[in-house]
Nanobody, 127 residues
Framework: VQLQASGGGLVQTGGSLRLSCAAS????????RGWFRQAPGKEREFVAA????????YYAESAKGRFTVAKNNAENTVSLQMNSLKPEDTAIYYC?????????????????????WGQGTQVTVSS
């Protein structure tokens, strides 16, 4: 499965962006689609995740109330709507997919739980 993230760009503080992640093919074993980000000089960190079938969501504390992850089964895409953006949201955003079930939503925050990764899309928030 190949993942393609898009929608990044330059936005001012307080602005919004909507990222999208398309998968190259459908698979019945896709269970979790997640978003991570990596800021310059920092480790990659979890942002949000959604279960592919039930649409259960899970967010990092930094994303709660500002970001919304959603899925479109018909188009086989996952989006990340980001509002009230801050300079500290500047990063490369990656989408990822996990095949197979999980024991709890908390594990979706772990990079090692994912099987496929997209190439990333740059988000820059100016102050």
């Amino acid at each position: 499965v190949q993942l393609q993230a898009s929608g990044g760009g330059l936005v001012q503080t307080g602005g919004s962006l909507r990222l999208s992640c398309a998968a190259s093919r459908r698979t019945s074993s896709t269970y979790i689609r997640g978003w991570f980000r990596q800021a310059p000089g920092k480790e990659r960190e979890f942002v949000a995740a959604i279960t592919w079938n039930a649409g259960i969501t899970y967010y990092a504390e930094s994303a709660k109330g500002r970001f919304t992850v959603a899925k479109n089964n018909a188009e086989n895409t996952v989006s990340l709507q980001m509002n009230s953006l801050k300079p500290e949201d500047t990063a490369i955003y990656y989408c990822a997919a996990r095949m197979g079930p999980i024991a709890s939503m908390e594990v979706t925050a772990e990079e090692r739980e994912y099987d496929y990764w997209g190439q990333g899309t740059q988000v820059t928030v100016s102050s």
